[in-house]
């Protein structure tokens, strides 16, 4: 983030302060959006629960076998 900051510093200060105003803006937005998200799939029942439980369990390992295959092919092609 610190080379966008600066790149927009340099053509004004106003606009390295919209990136990290923009920044911020989005994060604590996507903050309040996951708190209501899961707020509401806690008033759905314990089946849904459950449900949403295994599904972020299967992305999730999904995300770390693709992680160590990026990672052992990035290994072997740099030997």
């Known amino acids: 983030?610190?080379?966008?900051?600066?790149?927009?510093w340099?053509?004004?200060?106003?606009?390295?302060?919209a990136v990290i105003l923009g920044f911020y803006v989005t994060i604590v937005s996507?903050?309040?959006g996951m708190i209501f998200?899961?707020?509401a799939a806690s008033n759905l029942g314990p089946k849904?629960?459950?449900?949403?439980l295994g599904l972020s369990s299967i992305a999730l390992a999904c995300l770390g076998i693709y992680q160590l295959w990026q990672g052992s092919s990035t290994l072997l092609a740099s030997m």
């Open 10 to 17: 340099r053509k004004s200060p106003a606009s390295g302060a």
């Open 48 to 52: 849904v629960s459950k449900s949403l």
């Open 37 to 39: 998200l899961f707020s």
């Open 1 to 8: 983030m610190g080379p966008m900051v600066l790149g927009g």
């Open 30 to 32: 996507v903050m309040i």
